[in-house]
């Protein structure tokens, strides 16, 4: 049953330009799940016009047709259509319409990784009787030269330049340094890049959203066809979104796009290296009068206890976060401290409390691999491989005996399609045959028993690379040997000791001895569980999170290390476990989370 107050009605009765800062915990996807459900019961759509749901993941998309099956007994169909932005802006604007920027132009491809884009540049050529790497021309003109006199290439590859929304070029959202490039030679490289890179029909999703950007705003014609297909856009975690992305919705609205709206929890936003900008969301939430603001503050998943720590890092002038039918037990709040020698200690005594309340969902966050491989029981990260294929078949074969069967399948597709068609280096050739075969029961069948067969992790590095080499030559019929280039000798990637040491003690499932998973915050965004242990770092450093980040004495809008934070600490619904380094004192502890708090001892971990 749907539970309806004042402030969910609100929001269910808005119609234009709408914006919602739902706090976590505050049924945001079952309430978008009704609106839709309202819009279609009003007739508001329907025929061949829908609500077009779209959200930052596809676990997001996923839970969002998950909610509306809850509620009316059926699956999300057409008219509607749900989906990630991304997808969204291929499918319906630069894909079909790819043809009107310039008739010059190979059928586009949605690019899975960008790296193509930089071998697309290289060649050898032979000197002297011996074979070098180079570059196509003419990246070597003076007119793409840098201050060194190399090409650009160098400094900033392809894969890195990206078009912002008013034209210009950056990489990766930075300006290049005026000391290593003139700007001119800057642009004309840049341009040089996309153009033959548009022309072949090779475009990342970034690309996508910079063409999907001009074709609206020089074809009004999509706009209103748009509008006419979705007169309602339902835009869920938009704390995610990047400027681009804003603009394209901004241009639709522009030329007559009626109904939008923008869903989400800028404290949520984890994304500034994917270009959100939540900034952009709180400032249409805050001062642009033009949005309808609404909030939904009640939290129907965490104790108020709970709820008190994670809003240490809102500001203290933000609307309070509620507790609603949550029931606040005793010791909601445990606290750890840990030092070199008892990671493993805390984890026991952590996951034997979960064993005892009989708490199904538990995991165990961190921030920062070093910790993480602590936390595993992991060594220094050792590379024994001169390439990645290893590295990715483990992780499909991971995938595999995880349960995520799906996934593990579409990995190990991608690993072995080049390695069956080695002489074929063209990407769009590549994509068209994993298209295919994805849809071959047979070939997938040979994929599952290549994820089933794989020689086992318990064998040592050297061995355990010999074998599977052979392996897949055998199972994929290959008609030459395949080399995973491994390292024979100490190096600043390998000691030589760890080749004779077993796979699974450097590349190991994320899970603790005792089967609880170890992962990162943003993995279990979005997500509710029954309880969470976050470990703090101890050193302070741009990519950890401490314990003096549990704060926001300066009265701002938090950066994402607190945000960080804020996102981990509001997963449980009865359980919020912290560890911190025992350099934290239980008068610290006590002074930031109050009298109540449960430190547990040293003595009670033994």
């Not at 010059?104 to 002297?128: A, E, G, S």
């Not at 039918?325 to 606290?335: N, T």
């Not at 008892?342 to 009989?358: E, P, T, V, W």
């Not at 349960?403 to 068609?421: M, Q, S, W, Y």
């Amino acid at each position: 049953m749907y539970f309806e107050n004042e402030e969910r009605l609100a929001y269910l009765q808005a119609r234009g330009k709408v914006i919602l800062n739902a706090c976590p915990g505050s049924g945001k996807t079952t309430t978008i799940a009704k609106k839709i459900l309202n819009l279609e019961i009003s007739k508001e759509i329907g025929g061949h016009s829908g609500v077009a749901c779209l959200s930052f993941t596809n676990s997001a998309k996923d839970e969002i047709n998950e909610a509306y099956r809850k509620l009316s007994g059926k699956s999300l169909q057409f008219p509607n259509h749900v989906s990630t932005i991304d997808s969204f802006i291929n499918k319906y604007i630069t894909l079909p319409f790819y043809n009107l920027l310039n008739r010059d132009f190979n059928r586009p491809k949605i690019l899975d990784h960008t790296t193509i884009l930089d071998d697309m540049w290289k060649t050898t050529y032979v000197k002297n009787g011996k074979t070098l790497e180079g570059l196509l021309r003419p990246l070597n003109n003076t007119e793409y030269k840098a201050k060194n006199n190399r090409s650009v290439f160098h400094l900033y590859p392809p894969s890195e330049i990206r078009i912002e929304p008013n034209g210009t070029f950056s990489i990766n959202g930075n300006q290049p340094s005026s000391e290593k490039v003139d700007k001119t030679n800057f642009e004309n490289y840049c341009k040089l890049i996309k153009n033959t890179q548009f022309r072949k029909g090779l475009i990342s999703t970034g690309d996508s959203a910079f063409i999907a950007l001009h074709l609206l705003k020089n074809n009004p014609k999509i706009c209103e066809w748009l509008s006419l297909r979705f007169p309602f856009i339902i835009i869920d975690e938009a704390q995610d979104n990047s400027l681009m992305q804003h603009a394209i919705f901004e241009e639709l609205i522009k030329q007559g796009l009626n109904n939008i709206e923008l869903i989400g929890d800028p404290y949520q936003s984890l994304y500034e290296w994917r270009d959100a900008k939540p900034t952009e969301f709180l400032r249409k939430y805050e001062s642009d009068h033009t949005w309808q603001s609404y909030d939904m503050t009640d939290n129907r998943r965490s104790p108020q206890s709970i709820i008190d720590v994670f809003s240490k890092v809102r500001r203290p002038a933000d609307t309070k976060i509620n507790s609603v039918d949550c029931e606040d037990f005793e010791e909601s709040i445990l606290v750890y401290k840990y030092s070199s020698d008892n990671h493993q200690l805390i984890i026991k005594h952590y996951d034997d409390r979960c064993a005892l309340k009989k708490y199904a969902s538990s995991c165990i966050v961190v921030r920062g691999n070093s910790l993480k491989d602590s936390l595993l029981g992991k060594k220094t990260e050792q590379r024994p491989w001169g390439i990645d294929l290893p590295k990715s078949i483990i992780y499909a074969k991971n995938l595999y005996t995880s349960g995520d069967i799906k996934n593990a399948i579409k990995e190990i597709r991608a690993i072995c399609i080049p390695l069956v068609h080695s002489d074929t280096t063209d990407y769009h050739t590549l994509k068209e045959v994993e298209k295919e075969k994805s849809l071959d029961p047979h070939f997938n069948s040979l994929m599952i028993t290549i994820l089933d067969e794989l020689p086992e992790f318990s064998k040592t590095i050297q061995d355990w690379t010999v074998e599977t080499q052979e392996f897949l030559k055998n199972k994929l019929e290959l008609s030459y040997d395949i080399d995973f280039n491994l390292r024979n000798r100490k190096s600043k990637y390998l000691e030589k000791a760890t080749l004779s040491e077993s796979v699974s003690q450097h590349f190991k499932k994320s899970f603790s001895a005792f089967n609880i998973p170890i992962t990162t915050i943003h993995q279990v965004k979005g997500q509710t569980l029954d309880s969470i242990l976050v470990f703090f770092n101890e050193r302070k450093h741009k990519d950890n999170i401490i314990f003096e980040n549990i704060s926001n004495i300066d009265n701002v809008f938090p950066d994402e290390t607190k945000r960080l934070i804020y996102v981990a600490l509001s997963r449980p619904r009865h359980l919020l476990a912290m560890a911190f380094p025992d350099t934290i004192t239980d008068i610290d502890i006590k002074e930031k989370f109050g009298e109540g708090i449960r430190i547990v001892t040293q003595e009670e971990l033994i």
